[in-house]
């Protein structure tokens, strides 16, 4: 009888969506009553690599007795609490041998012991602590790079916020609950949702995955440097790097916040800077300086981009000044990571060469202005010579019509 | 008196006017102005024909290709920006070839740099570097860098547009 059913499964549910794991399938009794978790296995990432239920559960699925399958010696556990599940895991994802071939990095579960989840749980001993089926599922795995995944770029954030969106599971944590919310609307959350980038800091990008950590005040421009890194160069190249050293200032965090970073514009420089300065001391007005070096070459760009797509539309041949105008375009988005060193020095050499180009621009297209005009002029004593031609022309035909009737009066 | 109309008529002098033998009459005017004119008419056609032909003789070969530089201008593993028409592009020697990519980063739009230590194109707005195939090494550029077909004729560098 059991037979019969389980050929009904394998042929009816399984043999189409599985073939490759066939043969495991054929020997797995578990499937026969547990069969509404085998719905939620068998798309998932280890049935396809015929990895089922007695990896994780233990018991000999072999056996068609139920108790004989969980009796002693089967090394049959059940329900894996968080340690069991922390532990099978890495049992495969931990081993070199067995991950080579997938190509798989191994050293998840010893990042995974190093994180906040992974101390909270093997050293506290408090199950609240994350572990791998929290974030990746427990029976429908699938691939990281899977967008169904939880932890796929897009779902991550909401992953984490099952928990940490969460006021009681948070409270004796004493961590706020507001993060995703603030991370929605900042300009990575605004980037990852709303524009598809995948490539922009979600939560792990940031704390890590498996070694999940917040970082700390000095480790903050080493997270963000990782992928703003000319900010992160230049920012080492100025007055705050000390201040940062010494633990005074939080390197990006301090001027940007960190969960609902917001597109940063120089108004930074009349808010962020008087956190810690006043307005008249001589860094404030340094920042001042900046801010209106780098307004002043935004507006001289965007007046040149304006002239430079007027004159083309008026017809007037602009290649010189367009290839100008991305060397104008070079300096001024030069000096947004540059400006990180606050060196005033650096900042007017670009915004010299910003302004000495878009001056050459407003020049070379008021000259090209200019000859256009002379050669319109040019066109009256054009018009004015081809309508003598027609006048003279009539003339003398009247003049050679006049001979010819002359001599041949009855023409 | 038709002997003298006669005369005036052949163009030839009045011997009872000699004053008047100079005078531009009506008829000589117009045939000057219509001569001039068609002599004008004619250089205005003449011309253009003249400028299509005398650039071939003077830039080289035609045929989609533009000379960027001299080949003794670029040092090996040095490099030099040209303006091509409305962008620019980045061409650098190497012992083997020379070889020209678009000078416009793939990111933003920022115009890269040859870094001759490291003998890789890098962009100085946000670290995006590219190596000698104009593939992205790192950093944010979504795509390599287009690249051009480059040929060396006479010691001249051009590339196909």
């Known amino acids: ?411 | 008196m038709s002997e003298i109309h006669a005369r005036n008529a052949a163009g030839g002098p009045s011997p009872c006017c000699p004053a008047r033998e100079k005078r531009i009459t009506r008829r000589d005017f117009i045939d000057m102005f219509i001569k001039g004119g068609l002599l004008v008419t004619l250089a205005g056609m003449v011309l253009p024909a003249l400028s299509y032909i005398w650039p071939v003789t003077r830039r080289g070969p035609a045929g989609g290709l533009q000379e960027l530089a001299r080949l003794e201008d670029i040092p090996v593993w040095g490099a030099k920006k040209v303006t091509l028409g409305a962008s620019a592009v980045l061409v650098f020697r190497t012992p083997h070839e020379v070889k020209a990519f678009s000078a416009v980063c793939t990111h933003l739009g920022c115009l890269v740099d040859w870094d001759n230590q490291k003998r890789l194109i890098t962009c100085p707005c946000h670290a995006g570097v590219f190596d000698l195939n104009g593939r992205v090494v790192s950093g944010p550029p979504p795509k390599p860098l287009p690249e051009y077909t480059v040929k060396v004729i006479d010691g001249k560098i051009f590339v196909t547009v």
């Open chain 1, 1 to 411: 009888m059991y037979k019969i059913k389980f050929f009904f499964w394998l042929f009816l549910g399984v043999g189409l969506a599985a073939p490759v794991c066939a043969q495991d399938i054929k020997n797995n009794n578990c499937i026969v009553c547990h069969a509404d978790q085998w719905e939620q296995m068998k798309g998932s990432i280890h049935v396809q690599h015929q990895i089922t239920c007695d990896r994780c559960h233990g018991g000999d699925p072999a056996k068609e007795d139920m108790e004989e399958a969980k009796a002693p010696g089967t090394n049959f556990i059940g329900i894996p609490n968080k340690v069991q599940i922390a532990e099978k895991c890495g049992g495969c994802h931990a081993d070199v041998e067995t991950m080579n071939f997938y190509g798989l990095p191994t050293d998840q579960l010893a990042r995974y012991k190093t994180s906040a989840h992974g101390k909270l749980l093997f050293a506290r001993g408090d199950e609240h602590g994350a572990v791998c089926s929290d974030c990746h599922g427990y029976h429908d795995v699938v691939s990281v790079i899977d967008p169904q995944s939880p932890v796929y770029p897009v779902n991550l954030p909401g992953t984490c916020n099952r928990c940490h969106g969460d006021k009681a599971v948070m409270a004796p944590y004493k961590h706020p609950t507001d993060i995703f919310e603030k991370y929605q609307k900042s300009v990575h959350g605004v980037a990852l949702f709303e524009k598809g980038d995948l490539s922009v800091a979600n939560c792990a990008k940031c704390h890590g995955s498996h070694g999940a950590m917040p970082p700390g005040v000095k480790e903050i421009g080493n997270t963000c440097g990782k992928c703003h890194v000319n900010e992160k160069k230049y920012f080492l190249q100025g007055p705050h790097a000390q201040a940062s050293q010494d633990g005074y200032f939080s390197e990006c965090a301090s001027c940007h916040d960190y969960h609902d970073i917001q597109r940063p514009d120089t108004n930074l420089y009349n808010t962020a800077c008087l956190n810690c300065h006043s307005e008249g001391d001589e860094a404030f007005k340094r920042g001042q300086k900046i801010r209106e070096m780098i307004d002043s070459s935004h507006n001289a760009l965007a007046a040149a981009e304006q002239t430079v797509k007027e004159a083309a539309l008026e017809g007037i041949f602009v290649d010189e000044e367009a290839a100008s105008l991305q060397e104008v375009k070079t300096n001024v988005i030069e000096m947004a990571p540059l400006q990180h060193s606050l060196s005033t020095a650096q900042i007017t050499e670009l915004y010299g060469n910003a302004v000495s180009l878009t001056d050459g621009i407003k020049k070379g297209v008021q000259g090209k202005r200019q000859s256009l005009k002379w050669r319109k002029i040019a066109l009256f004593p054009l018009w004015i010579f081809i309508f003598l031609m027609v006048v003279v022309l009539q003339i003398k035909y009247k003049e050679l019509k006049g001979k010819k009737d002359e001599r041949d009066p009855r023409a």
